[in-house]
């Protein structure tokens, strides 16, 4: 649930433009003309990862689903930000992953 928690803050400050918890590398190799964008595409699947953590952790505790259909909801619905996240990287950096070669 916490986790859950700050996901939704790192989107809020997302949202807010705040770079306090993205790396100075990460301006760096984006530049200033694509910074931007590319914090805006991080606002969305850091607050749908939020809410699905909160959301799933209550169903958790609620024993509302049998543990076979809650795991397969789980990975069904985190499927979604993931596949966000990685075409926020692909249209703001022309890489999936961006972080891999450039970070030394």
């Known amino acids: 649930m916490v986790f859950g928690i700050l996901m ?24 200033e003309e ?5 914090q805006k595409g ?3 699947p850091n607050l749908f990862t939020g809410t699905l953590i909160i959301c799933m952790t209550i169903v ?3 024993e509302i689903l049998q543990t076979p259909t809650f795991f397969a909801l789980y990975i069904i ?3 979604i930000p993931i596949i966000l996240f990685i075409a926020n990287n692909n ?3 022309g890489r999936y992953w961006f972080w891999v070669n450039d970070f030394k």
């Open 8 to 31: 939704i803050i790192f989107g809020f400050s997302h949202l807010m433009k705040s770079d306090y918890f993205l790396p100075q590398k990460t301006r760096i190799l984006l530049g």
């Open 77 to 79: 619905l985190a499927i």
């Open 60 to 62: 958790e505790k609620l």
């Open 34 to 38: 694509k910074f931007q964008p590319y």
């Open 91 to 93: 249209i703001n950096t």
């Open 42 to 44: 991080l606002v969305f």
